[in-house]
DNA sequence: GTAAAATATGAAATGGGTTTCAGGTCAAGA
DNA sequence: TCTTGACCTGAAACCCATTTCATATTTTAC
């Protein structure tokens, strides 16, 4: 294919021109403009983007690390990220690391290599002194709040959100309430779970505490647990919209009525929600994402705190 | 930031040995290469990705053309790509055209632009005219079946499942059944349905045919007209579990039992539709996306169909 | 009428790698 | 001893654009 050296040999002008016609600039005459644009025709000729980024430095290109690609939080979470970055002609990768550490360093490397101009996080898997330095070489923009001052933020105030959801089923005279979590980690997001259930319950009962949950699946063998003990729970919250409704599936299989026998809390209303009129708190990621990536384009490391809201349906 | 050159100088070699060190071409002596690996490192030196998509004239990208980035079917088919992707070190970007056929252009130009190897495209605003060109400069490989030699396919035969559901519908005696689609347009999918429900049912009635639903509240909207005919369907094959997820609630509202009183078949296995009960027809689109990464890696313009299948559960 | 500003153009430096080709050393096999 | 092949190395060409700087010509402003 040709290159702009072609195209200015046979315009009869300098790759200087060439360039000029191509990004629009003024300053070419309307007779060398147009031989130049015929020549490009000819020859049908496209330029390099390799070569454009490789002298303009930057590449225009947002890499979202995510943990798995086939979860629907994510799913809202890049439906955000690609609003924005469409709007304001960015390009976004999608970099799913299984929570893999090498894997998440070597997405990161990325920015090191100016393959990305910047990193939305949603979830890692490394610490943040490993992660860190790799914001010299790019905006790196967590899901998660940091108050480490290179790393932008848009994020939620869960510990706020989950005071509220407990507050609710304490409200309705819940008091034995268990509560799920996907991964099995110390996650701030976990910590900020129990402490918010401690605030409002005062005791914490494990066996009230169930983790490894993120679909349906996962919520009816986790109703089938918690629905059986001895000191059964009369509400739960549950860390999604699938989840929830799994444990409504279950309980509703044994005779157990939402909400008279059992309450129910979702997160982030999901489309499974909204049919099986499930509660559920709103973290709006979508929300998030267009944040995160307004964050990066405008080059800003500040912390955005995204509201969230409770959206109450049949199951409280 | 350094250079490559910057390394050779210090470490005493020349370029061309840096650059076999960086990728672990053999015939270069232990001693350099440990010098140079050390001042790589002294240097915090990364190679310049820019600089070798360059001069390969490759990027290991692949473009995702979907219509809409909050779509549940093509979030199905975005997992099936990363999936392979990932296993195969390729990157994915995700480019979302509204069907707007400039902005298709214009990724497809990526192709032409060396910034992306392949493309994959799961609907499409232009002709295939309009498209065909551009696979001079990339493999693309379509979801949508298409004859076009230069194209890879990674398709459903759509006809045949329709067939299917059609059928699996009339042998439980339904004569009056109503069908919905997302767009309004003569797509070949739809022409499909059309030619199915011709076949199996003979006769065509407009009114049971609607259009533009894409989600949960888009089948409550549809059966609330579909279920008030004068002439009411007794069956419903939706493009989709959130749709007929949508319907079932509808129904149950106005007291039709499902199957008794309506039956529903879905598409896609979606979760929504395990919580329902939906019967659905699951095109496996994960499986789709990651034929269609593998025949862009291989560069193959294969045509492969990938089978379906229709889940039986409690809604027919 | 003249100085300042706007318009127009190109040579050459710059961004940062890969790869071909040519040339060298050294050890194994005939 | 000589040939052959494996091993090692670097100069220079190549990939393809942008941008600075220098220069020249017109306009405009006073």
Not at 91 to 107: A, C, D, R, S
Not at 116 to 136: E, F, H, K, Q, V
């Amino acid at each position: 294919m040709a290159n702009i050296h072609d195209i200015a040999k046979l315009a009869g002008v300098s790759v200087t021109t060439v360039s000029r016609v191509l990004n629009n600039h003024k300053y070419v005459s309307d007779d060398k403009r147009t031989k130049v644009l015929t020549i490009i025709n000819e020859l049908n000729y496209a330029p390099n983007q390799s070569a454009i980024d490789l002298t303009r430095g930057e590449t225009r290109m947002i890499g979202l690390i995510i943990p798995y690609n086939n979860n629907a939080c994510f799913d809202q979470l890049l439906n955000g990220v690609l609003n924005k970055a469409v709007e304001m002609d960015y390009t976004v990768i999608v970099l799913p690391t299984q929570y893999n550490k090498e894997k998440e360093i070597e997405y990161l490397s990325k920015l090191k290599n100016k393959q990305l101009d910047g990193m939305i996080i949603t979830s890692r898997a490394n610490d943040w002194d490993a992660i860190i330095p790799y914001s010299d070489y790019g905006l790196i923009v967590s899901y998660d709040y940091t108050s480490h001052p290179a790393i932008g933020c848009s994020y939620i105030d869960r510990y706020s959100s989950y005071l509220d959801a407990f507050q609710l089923l304490k409200d309705k005279g819940h008091t034995h309430v268990a509560f799920t979590t996907a991964r099995e980690t110390e996650s701030m997001s976990t910590q900020h779970l129990i402490t918010a259930y401690k605030e409002v319950f005062g005791t914490f009962i494990p066996e009230y505490y169930l983790t490894g949950c993120s679909c349906l699946d996962d919520g009816v063998a986790a109703a089938k647990k918690l629905l059986h003990l001895p000191n059964r729970p009369t509400a739960i919250f549950a860390n999604g919209d699938e989840v929830a409704g799994g444990i409504q599936l279950y309980a509703k299989s044994i005779n157990l009525e939402t909400p008279r026998d059992l309450a129910i809390i979702g997160q982030e209303n999901q489309p499974i929600g909204v049919g099986l009129g499930i509660t559920t708190v709103d973290h709006q990621l979508t929300k998030v994402g267009e944040q995160a990536c307004e964050l990066i384009i405008h080059k800003s490391n500040q912390k955005v705190k995204v509201p969230y809201q409770i959206i109450q349906r049949t199951s409280v």
